[in-house]
């Protein structure tokens, strides 16, 4: 079964300052992904960045970077140069299949509320 | 284009009471998923649809149902309402080339 732990309810960062999301996973899957969501107030899921187990590379999307450490079964997500409009929920998820299966339904964690503060 | 639409975007209902969910895919997108988030907590997987036919379901009981149609637009059924089924009923759409899901704004679903 797959798991996923954020350990941090709630974050601060300074306007224009890096912040780091930590996120860690348990699957026996030898295949398997990970992907950050930011949610606003709103309540839409926006996807930000997506990492396979079998990736050669840290992913990265403007802004936004994994640090995906295998071996410690890590994933954290990176936001640089953090602005106003980054306050908002963040959750890591995990597929808990994959496009042969055709089962592709995502695993969450319990989010980690980041305030960006001016 | 665009994106994944859900109606209504509030419900209020009784307990006891049923209710249906909508949901349109992203044009192009034949894989509908269901996602109950209840408040602080991240969503649960509810139930994957393909092409009409189930391809993955959550530990959901049986109260909940879904379906997809022709136009690969869905519908989220929950029967027989519990408290515990207040939530944000979210829906995502993807295409079988990519994991990537992309999600609706949500429905909000108060039971009183």
């Known amino acids: 079964a797959q798991k996923i732990t954020q350990t941090q309810p709630g974050m601060f960062v300074q306007e224009k300052e890096a912040v780091t999301l930590d996120c860690t996973y348990d699957?026996?899957?030898?295949?398997?992904?990970l992907f950050w969501y930011k949610q606003p107030s709103s309540g839409e899921m926006i996807f930000l960045i997506y990492?396979?187990?079998?990736?050669?590379q840290n992913a990265t999307e403007g802004r936004y970077s994994l640090n995906f450490q295998k071996a410690r079964k890590s994933a954290n997500l990176v936001i640089s140069a953090s602005q106003l409009g980054d306050s908002a929920m963040y959750f890591c998820?995990?597929?808990?299949?994959?496009?042969?299966?055709?089962?592709?339904?995502?695993?969450f964690g319990t989010g980690t509320r980041l305030t960006v503060i001016p | 284009d665009a994106g994944v639409t859900q109606s209504p975007t509030h419900l209020i209902k009784t307990r006891g009471q049923q209710v249906t969910l909508r949901c349109s895919p992203i044009?192009?997108?034949?894989?509908v998923s269901w996602y109950q988030q209840v408040l602080g907590q991240g969503p649960q997987f509810i139930f994957q649809?393909?092409?009409?036919?189930?391809?993955g379901r959550g530990n959901f009981p049986d109260r909940f149902s879904a379906r997809q149609f022709p136009n690969y637009s869905s519908e989220l059924n929950v029967n027989a309402l519990l408290l515990g089924d207040s939530a944000l009923y979210l829906c995502?759409?993807?295409?079988?080339?990519?994991?990537?899901?992309?999600f609706g704004p949500g429905t909000r679903l108060t039971v009183t």
């Open positions: 998820a995990m597929r808990g299949g994959g496009l042969k299966t055709g089962a592709n339904n995502l695993f």
């Open positions: 990492q396979g187990s079998y990736d050669q």
């Open positions: 044009s192009g997108h034949k894989s």
């Open positions: 649809y393909y092409e009409k036919e189930e391809r």
């Open positions: 995502a759409s993807s295409t079988d080339r990519s994991y990537e899901q992309y």
């Open positions: 699957t026996s899957d030898p295949s398997y992904g």
